[in-house]
């Protein structure tokens, strides 16, 4: 009794670790196939800034290319990911938004047309707790430009969180509420020209 005790309590423990090496086991293949089938999606975000304040908001995403995050009041920033280009939109400002080569922020490896993870030099690190995959990426023919850590949870695959460190070194990590996939959204708020003509702070 006691042997067949020990017997069924190891082979619990054995399923257990199999269903955590499970999901340990997500594959670079399977997360560039999850970005890639990610057309559309929107939801809510809180932002973590470098110097520890909070910034929440909604965002949305078109994939290749597009990303919008609208910031609440009191912030009331607005940035744009359009054309090629990253436009950010500041209200203490009455300048035109500053605006730089979208590829050349960390962004960019997650809104290209085809991701490749499993691409020579673009993953420097993968870990995984049981329940969550972290990856963390960068241009592998442009490193200096920074790097992006990106979460995700399985069954099914879902992005939770990514934490940008730019060219200087500063990290802004954004934590993904309620992202939903799917559905359309209007390629107006991808434009930054409507943006800058209608921008009021």
Known sequence: MTRRIFIFAMTALLAIYAGAASAQQLSLGQLSGYLNQLQTAQGGFTQINADGTLSTGTIYIKRPGRIRFEYNPPEKSLVIGQGGQLAIFDPRSNQNPETYPLNQTPLGIILQRNVDLGRARMVTNQTSDGTTTTITAQDPDNPQYGNIQL????????????????????????????LVSGGGINDRKFNIVAATRDWRP
Do not use: H, S
């Open 151 to 178: 979460v995700f949870t399985a069954n099914p695959i879902e992005l939770r969180q990514w934490i940008v460190t730019d060219d200087t070194g500063t990290q802004t990590t954004v934590i993904l509420n309620d």
